[in-house]
C-alpha cells in the first residue's frame, strides 16, 4: 500500500531566549540577546501506509505536538523531508489542510461563543462542502457520538467531553484522508473515552480514514492502534506494532504493598527465588515490586509476602506509558 | 468572490455573537455618546472664548473632529480586533488559522465584529456633514465623493497602522503596548488641527504614525482652507501605499517566522 505520509532524518530546533533580570540585563538581553538551542525533534523517519491508526508516544515535552504540526504544515522542520499525499505540507498548506482533519485536545478549533451547529456551518464554507453531503455528515457523527442535542450550545457552554465530541466532527467535516489527534482524550471520562474511540474505530473501518494520535493514555493505545511509534527526547526509540511493543518490553506489573511496619529491603530477601524482580522503596512503608507477570503469578508474590511479613494493604497496577518509555531507553 | 462571500459570512456569525451579549451593548452605545459629547463641548466652551484657534473656527473643527470619528467607527467596527494577532500568536491559537484552507489574514480579519462602534460612524457622519452644512458648504456630489474617499482612506490609514504594528507581535509576541501609547498622540489629532502643533509632532503623525492624514489633510482639501488640493492628495497616497507595503512585508516575513519557530 502507499505512503501517505512520509518522514525522512527530520530535525527540529527551537531557540529559546533566556532573559536575565537585573537593571544592568535589559539592556544586555536586548543588544545580546542569550539564547540555547532545544532540540525538539531529532533524526526521525518513518513512513505511515493509509488506513493505518499509529499511535505516537512519548512523555510530556518528548517532540509529540512539534511532529504534528510540522505534518500539518504549521512548522518547518530545520532539517530533513516531510511528504504529505507526497507533498511538502507547508509549501503546499492550503491544498494539503483540505485533506487533513486536526484535532487538539487541549485547544478547540471551534468558535467560542456562537453553537456548535454554526460553527460547523462556517467551516463548511470555509473547506466549501455541498449542503448535501455537509448536512449527511452532522447527522450521522453527531448519532455517533450522541451530541445531537447539544449542537446548538455556545461551545463556552459546553462540557469538556461535549466539545471535544464537537471538535471531533468540525474536524471529519470535510471529509479528509487523514486525523490528527493530539491527545483527543485528555481529561475525558471513561464513558466518553470508550465513545471517541469506538467513534475513531469506525471511522477507520468504513472511511479508511488514517489516524495518527498521540496520548498518554495506555488504554488509547491499547484498543485503537495497529501500529505504535514510541519516542522520547525527540528521537525515536520504537515503531512498531503494539504486540510485539508489549512483548518486548511490557514484562513487568507494578505490585505497591504497605506493611504494617518498616521493613528494609534486606528484610526481604526471602523473595529472591523469584526471578527477574525489582524491589524499590516508596516510602518507609511502602515497596513497590515490579515483577515478570510472565514466569510467575501475583498470588505467588503475594502469599510469599504475606507468610513472612505483615502486609497491611497491596495493589496491582500496569505500567504506565512513562514506565513503557524507561524500559525502552 | 469566494473570500468576499467568505468574509461576510464569517462576518454573520462575528452578529450573532453580538446578539449574545445584548445588554453590553446597549451600555457601550450610550457610553461612545457620552464620550463624544462632552468632548464636542469641551471644544466649544473653549473656542466660546477664543473664536477660533490657528485660523479653525468651531465648526471647522467639529468637522475636523467627526471626520476623525467617523473613520475610527468604521474601523474599530470591522478591524479593530486585528490587534488580537497578540492573543493568537501567544497562546498559539494562530495554528488554528493555518490549518484551513484561506488565508490567515482573512480568517483574523472576518474574526469579530463589533456593531457599538458602528454608532461612533453615524454619529461622525451626521457631525460632520452637519458641520460642513453650518460651514455654507454646496454638498454637491464632488463633495460628498470627496468626504466619503475621505473616509475610506481614513479608515485605510488607522487599519494600516494597526496592522503593521500587531505584525510586530511575530518577533516580540506583545504589540499592544505600542497601540495604547499612541492613544493619547490619536487624541491630540481629533481634537485639535494638527497645525497648531509643532514641527516634530506634526512629521510625527504625517508620517510615522500617519493619524494626521485621517482628518486634518482631508479638511484642508474638503472644507477649502488650501488652495492648491492635489498636492495633499499624492502625499496622502503615497504615505498610504508605503504603510500598505509595509504591512504586507511585516506579515509574511513575520508569517515565515512563525512558520520557524512556533509560538
Not at chain 1, 204 to 215: A, E, Q, Y
Not at chain 2, 211 to 233: A, F, Q, T
Not at chain 2, 234 to 257: E, N, Q
Request: proline share 2%.
Amino acid at each position: 500500500m502507499e505512503n501517505i505520509i512520509e518522514i525522512m532524518n527530520v530535525r527540529k530546533i527551537y531557540r529559546t531566549y533566556q532573559k536575565k533580570s537585573g537593571l544592568k540585563n535589559i539592556i544586555k538581553n536586548i543588544i545580546y540577546p542569550d539564547f540555547k538551542d532545544f532540540i525538539a525533534v531529532d533524526d526521525m523517519s518513518f513512513f505511515i501506509r493509509k488506513g493505518d491508526i499509529v499511535g505516537y508516544i512519548g512523555p510530556n515535552g518528548a517532540g509529540k505536538s512539534t511532529t504534528i504540526k510540522m505534518l500539518t504544515g504549521i512548522l518547518m522542520p530545520n532539517s530533513g523531508m516531510i511528504k504529505v499525499f507526497g507533498k511538502d505540507p507547508l509549501e503546499y498548506r492550503k491544498e494539503n489542510s483540505k485533506h487533513i482533519g486536526v484535532v487538539f485536545g487541549q485547544k478547540s478549533q471551534l468558535w467560542w461563543d456562537i453553537p456548535a451547529i454554526e460553527s460547523l456551518e462556517l467551516l463548511k464554507g470555509i473547506y466549501k462542502v455541498p449542503d448535501c453531503d455537509f448536512k449527511d455528515r452532522v447527522e450521522k457523527y453527531a448519532d455517533m457520538l450522541q451530541v445531537k442535542e447539544f449542537l446548538n450550545l455556545p461551545v463556552r457552554q459546553m462540557s469538556l467531553g461535549q466539545r471535544m465530541k464537537c471538535d471531533l466532527i468540525a474536524a471529519l467535516i470535510h471529509d479528509p484522508s487523514i486525523l490528527f489527534l493530539d491527545e483527543p482524550t485528555i481529561g475525558l471520562d471513561v464513558a466518553t473515552k470508550d465513545r471517541l474511540r469506538e467513534f475513531i474505530l469506525e471511522l477507520n473501518r468504513t472511511k479508511k480514514v488514517t489516524v495518527f494520535l498521540t496520548t498518554h493514555d495506555m488504554q488509547d493505545v491499547e484498543k485503537l492502534c495497529n501500529r505504535v511509534i514510541l519516542i522520547n527526547h525527540g528521537r525515536m526509540l520504537y515503531d512498531g506494532d503494539l504486540e510485539s511493543v508489549k512483548e518486548k518490553y511490557i514484562r513487568y506489573r507494578n505490585l505497591k504493598v504497605v506493611f504494617n511496619k518498616t521493613y528494609s529491603i534486606d528484610e526481604l530477601k526471602f523473595l529472591k527465588d523469584f526471578q527477574d524482580l525489582r524491589i524499590q522503596n516508596l516510602d518507609d512503608k511502602t515497596m513497590l515490586i515490579q515483577y515478570n507477570y510472565k514466569l510467575y503469578s501475583v498470588t505467588d508474590i503475594v502469599s510469599c509476602l504475606l507468610k513472612n511479613t505483615e502486609v497491611a494493604d497491596f495493589s496491582i497496577k500496569d505500567l504506565e506509558i512513562e514506565d513503557v518509555i524507561k524500559e525502552v531507553c | 468572490m469566494e473570500s468576499i462571500q467568505l468574509y461576510f459570512d464569517l462576518i454573520k456569525a462575528g452578529l450573532k455573537r453580538f446578539a449574545e451579549y445584548r445588554s453590553s451593548f446597549i451600555a457601550g452605545f450610550f457610553g461612545l455618546i457620552m464620550i463624544n459629547g462632552s468632548s464636542i463641548l469641551l471644544i466649544w466652551v473653549m473656542l466660546k472664548n477664543f473664536h477660533t484657534l490657528n485660523e479653525w473656527t468651531f465648526w471647522q473643527i467639529v468637522f475636523n473632529y467627526c471626520l476623525f470619528l467617523s473613520c475610527l467607527g468604521f474601523h474599530n467596527t470591522f478591524f479593530r480586533h486585528i490587534s488580537d494577532l497578540e492573543n493568537h500568536i501567544v497562546n498559539g491559537t494562530f495554528d488554528r488559522f493555518l490549518l484551513r484552507p484561506v488565508s490567515p489574514l482573512l480568517q483574523l480579519a472576518s474574526e469579530k465584529i463589533s456593531i457599538t462602534d458602528l454608532c461612533d460612524f453615524t454619529t461622525g457622519m451626521i457631525g460632520a456633514l452637519f458641520a460642513a452644512k453650518m460651514l455654507h458648504i454646496q454638498i454637491t456630489v464632488g463633495f460628498m465623493l470627496g468626504f466619503i474617499l475621505s473616509i475610506i482612506n481614513g479608515v485605510y490609514v488607522f487599519t494600516a497602522i494597526l496592522f503593521s504594528v500587531s505584525c510586530i507581535s511575530f518577533w516580540t509576541m506583545k504589540s499592544k503596548s505600542i497601540l495604547y501609547s499612541t492613544n493619547e498622540i490619536q487624541e491630540s489629532v481629533q481634537h485639535y488641527p494638527i497645525s497648531i502643533f509643532n514641527k516634530a509632532f506634526k512629521f510625527i503623525v504625517t508620517v510615522l504614525l500617519p493619524y494626521g492624514l485621517v482628518n486634518y489633510y482631508p479638511s484642508l482639501i474638503l472644507l477649502n482652507k488650501v488652495n492648491v488640493h492635489w498636492v495633499y492628495v499624492i502625499m496622502i497616497a503615497l504615505v498610504d501605499m508605503i504603510y500598505g507595503v509595509i504591512g504586507a512585508f511585516l506579515w509574511r516575513r513575520g508569517l515565515k517566522r512563525y512558520n520557524g519557530s512556533g509560538s
